[in-house]
T-cell receptor
Framework: GEDVEQSLFLSVREGDSSVINCTYT??????LYWYKQEPGAGLQLLTY?????DMKQDQRLTVLLNKKDKHLSLRIADTQTGDSAIYFC?????????????FGAGTRLAVHP | GAVVSQHPSRVICKSGTSVKIECRSL??????MFWYRQFPKKSLMLMAT?????????EQGVEKDKFLINHASLTLSTLTVTSAHPEDSSFYIC?????????????FGPGTRLTVL
């Protein structure tokens, strides 16, 4: 079945690292994504990882993928107050000739001084 | 990244009226667009897939006659909520599929908040 799970809330101190975790169920996922949503706004694509990769780093963002455990994580180094938002993990599944995205419920990241 | 716009960003309407929401891909052509609904503090729920020049594909449990989708051009898809009721109040987000590069990516619009009184 299709299911993506995330913890709902994370609070970190400014300057610390944040780690947001996600688990998914479908091993046929081709890509896995992290999106950021600020209050009242749409989703911004942060980063993605292809399913045959273990790690991807993009400036302050590091994505780790454990395909065996179907576990994905997003690490944000030197977390800033502007990083406060909801972070959605999504897996892509091929359906009808295109990649359909299945989203987790989102992790609300709160950054405090 | 690519830019997707939605209009209006916010709409309030009376129960029983219809509301049209537009989704445009501004700097690429999108043969496929997606419509999502997001409830407060919840994830995005895929409602339907909009294909240019053909009928939309609806997810299970989504009423086709309630949520009319039209994808008349490669840059525009519209979602019409017909005979809206308070339970249709929600945040509606569209995305446009960009398959021009090596990967298949969805770019999201900023969302439309619909409030039905």
């Amino acid at each position: 079945g299709e299911d993506v799970e995330q913890s709902l809330f994370l609070s970190v101190r400014e300057g610390d690292s944040s780690v947001i975790n996600c688990t998914y169920t479908d091993s046929s996922s081709t890509y896995l994504y992290w999106y950021k949503q600020e209050p009242g706004a749409g989703l911004q694509l942060l980063t993605y990882i292809f399913s045959n990769m273990d790690m991807k780093q993009d400036q302050r963002l590091t994505v780790l993928l454990n395909k065996k455990d179907k576990h994905l994580s997003l690490r944000i180094a030197d977390t800033q107050t502007g990083d406060s938002a909801i972070y959605f993990c999504a897996e892509s599944l091929l359906s009808g000739g295109y990649n359909k995205l299945i989203f987790g419920a989102g992790t609300r990241l709160a950054v405090h001084p | 990244g690519a830019v997707v716009s939605q209009h209006p960003s916010r709409v309030i309407c009376k129960s029983g009226t219809s509301v049209k929401i537009e989704c445009r891909s501004l700097d690429f052509q999108a043969t496929t667009m997606f419509w999502y609904r997001q409830f407060p503090k919840k994830s995005l729920m895929l409602m339907a897939t909009s294909n240019e020049g053909s009928k939309a594909t609806y997810e299970q449990g989504v009423e086709k006659d309630k949520f009319l989708i039209n994808h008349a051009s490669l840059t525009l898809s519209t979602l019409t909520v017909t005979s809206a009721h308070p339970e249709d109040s929600s945040f509606y987000i569209c995305s446009a599929r960009d398959y021009s590069g090596r990967r298949d990516t969805q770019y999201f619009g900023p969302g439309t908040r619909l409030t039905v009184l």
